[in-house]
Nanobody, 123 residues
C-alpha cells in the first residue's frame, strides 16, 4: 500500500499564491510519475500538472506559466506552486502517483491517490 498525504490548501484572493505539498509513504520499487489533479464542483477531475522520475514536466494549458510542479525523489514529495490564482482554479486538488512494485516473482503497476485538499480562490 502507498499512502499520499496532501497539505497546503486554503482560501486566498485572486492573484495570490499557494503551495501544495504531497508526501508519499509505503512500499514501492519505483514511483514513475507524480501528478496533481483537481476537481471543481460539478466538473470532472482534470490533470493539472505532472512530473516524471527524471524531472520532465507537463501542465494543463489553463495553468501553464502560472503553476510549477517539482519533485524531491530523496524524500518522496511533490510540490505544486500556484501563482496568479484565479477563481476558476477553485477545487479539490488531489495528489496522484504511478507506482511499480516488483518482487522476485511478481510485478504490480498501480496508481495511488491522496485524500485531496481544498483550494478556494475568492474574486
Amino acid at each position: 500500500q502507498v499512502h499520499l498525504v496532501e497539505s497546503g490548501g486554503g482560501l486566498v484572493q485572486a492573484g495570490g499564491s499557494l503551495k501544495l505539498s504531497c508526501q508519499a509513504s509505503g512500499s514501492w520499487t519505483s514511483i514513475n510519475y507524480m501528478a496533481w489533479y483537481r476537481q471543481a464542483p460539478g466538473k470532472q477531475r482534470e490533470l493539472v500538472a505532472m512530473v516524471t522520475s527524471g524531472g520532465s514536466t507537463d501542465y494543463a494549458p489553463s495553468v501553464k506559466g502560472r503553476f510549477s510542479i517539482s519533485r524531491n525523489n530523496a524524500d518522496n514529495t511533490v510540490h505544486l506552486r500556484m501563482n496568479s490564482l484565479k477563481p476558476e482554479d477553485t477545487g479539490v486538488y488531489y495528489c496522484n502517483a504511478d507506482i511499480t512494485r516488483r518482487t522476485a516473482t511478481s510485478r504490480a503497476d498501480f496508481r495511488s491517490w491522496g485524500q485531496g485538499t481544498q483550494v478556494t480562490i475568492s474574486s
